[in-house]
């Protein structure tokens, strides 16, 4: 079974291999194409996956190519996680939505628009090239804004593209570790939009855990997003939510940490996996070693201004483990080439999932998954306050989609303008005036 990984020069594709090293069984991946537009990081990550790979019996053979269609002939998966405008387009979105004082995001807010607008028409070029070079193959989408891109890949490729995130499988763990519980054992009641989601229940035998945690002060405020929000706030919701609506619940306090920090995060990643790539530009660098120290330093730092707003320092040890983004994606394949039957946390279309979204809309929710795909579970309804960020930022998805589509320089004002961490039109202009300015991808942009 082939897999091409898009954006195969990224810095987190040996995580992906290092999953794949673990699997033995009958119908496995065996052949493993690298892509990216950049020879040098593919280079890079190359020698990292043949250290990996070194006496590992039966390891997936490993090719590069910087050819898209080269990479997507063949393919039975095809795993997305593409970057435009790279690690300095992040920085960039970062500081010109500071500048105006609202948050730039990677995924939340003027930031996750700003880069929305530069990968759609990308998304959407390589969702049309599988359709015609690879139409049998099921599509595994990370590429951030992972909703919003997922949504757009769907209306080629159909429920053939399924959205992957670890931010909620993270969560669900977390909460069942400190409960007690197993947490392959037990059923998290996950629903809302990519980082935009609430665990409302976590149930073991039948039972909802949920109510003991909430209950008990000590463990309620011991995990990473206990502290975050703090105990008060999340008895107050009666639910857990994902780490990142505390841009939208604290967002306050989240700008002025951005503001003050001596970089934001996409600076200091930008300027981290620069160094991380000129170590490895060097023969005699040790590859995987090289990788797992920057790795780890990577994780450690993860939502550093947030905790600093919550006055929470640094990440416990037992926090640093993610939700596992890869063994998410392994679980899925493994799903859909074996029909060995799994549920999974899921960007997946609504159809009649969620009353409040229409059947196309792209959430986040638990999926049955098998050889067919994957199928929402029906969930209990959003409460109001949760219907109200759900819908108005699906809206402002829809507007970056008509932009994207459309090169309508109002559209893409129109889509800052109604987020909800976007307080002004006029703020949404020079918005929009300081993206187009500065990243060429958004040229298309009419005036």
């Known amino acids: 079974m082939k897999l091409t990984i898009l954006g195969g020069g990224g810095f987190r594709v ?17 052949h493993v194409t690298l892509h990216d537009l950049d020879g040098g990081r593919l280079s890079a990550i190359a020698r990292v996956l043949t ?14 190519t910087t050819d898209l269609d080269e990479a997507l002939r063949g393919a039975d998966f095809v795993f997305s996680a593409i970057r435009v405008g790279g690690l300095a387009g992040r920085a960039a979105d970062e500081r010109i939505a500071l500048a105006e004082g609202v948050l730039g995001q990677e995924t939340v807010g003027a930031g996750g628009i700003a880069y929305g607008l530069r990968t759609v028409p990308v998304a959407v070029h390589i969702a049309r090239r599988i359709a015609e070079l690879a139409p049998d193959a099921w599509v595994i989408n990370f590429t951030n804004p992972a909703g919003l891109v997922t949504e757009a890949m769907s209306r080629v490729l159909g429920d053939r593209v399924v959205g992957i995130c670890d931010s909620p499988v993270g969560l669900g763990r977390r909460v069942a570790r400190i409960l007690g519980a197993n947490p392959d054992e037990a059923w998290i009641d996950y629903v809302g939009l990519n980082h935009l989601g609430w665990l409302r229940g976590l149930r073991v035998g039948g039972r909802d855990e949920l109510p003991r945690l909430l209950a008990d002060e000590e463990a309620l405020g011991s995990f990473e997003e206990g502290r975050l929000f703090g105990p008060e706030w999340l008895r107050s919701l009666g639910a857990i939510p994902n780490e990142y609506l505390h841009y939208y619940y604290f967002n306050r306090e989240a700008v002025h940490a951005y503001q003050q920090a001596e970089r934001t995060r996409g600076a200091y990643l930008r300027d981290q996996q620069a160094g991380f790539y000129r170590e490895m530009g060097r023969p005699d660098t040790p590859p995987l070693a090289a990788w797992r120290r920057t790795l780890a330093d990577r994780e450690a730092t993860y ?13 416990d040890e037992e ?5 596992g983004y890869e063994k998410v994606a392994l679980a899925l394949m493994r799903a859909i080439a074996r029909n060995e039957r799994a549920t999974l946390i899921l960007n997946v279309r609504n159809g009649s999932t969620l009353s409040v979204l229409d059947a196309d809309a792209v959430i986040e929710v638990p999926c049955f998954v098998d050889a067919a795909g994957a199928h929402p579970v029906s969930v209990a309804p959003l409460p109001y306050h949760a219907v109200g960020l759900v819908t108005a930022v699906k809206a402002v998805e829809r507007e970056v989609l008509a932009a994207a589509e459309s090169g309508a320089r109002a559209t893409a004002v129109k889509a800052f303008a109604l987020h909800p961490l976007v307080d002004s039109v ?22």
Request: proline share 6%.
């Open 51 to 64: 250290e990996q790979g070194a006496g590992v019996p039966d390891a997936p053979v490993v090719t590069a």
């Open 14 to 30: 040996p995580l992906v291999y290092g999953a794949l090293l673990g699997d033995h069984a009958e119908g496995r991946v065996t």
């Open 319 to 323: 926090d640093l483990e993610s939700g």
């Open 426 to 447: 006029s703020v949404a202009r020079r918005l929009v005036d300081g993206y187009t300015a500065e990243h060429p991808e958004l040229a298309y942009l009419r005036r």
């Open 303 to 315: 939502m550093a201004a947030n905790r600093e707003a919550a006055g929470i320092g640094e990440r």
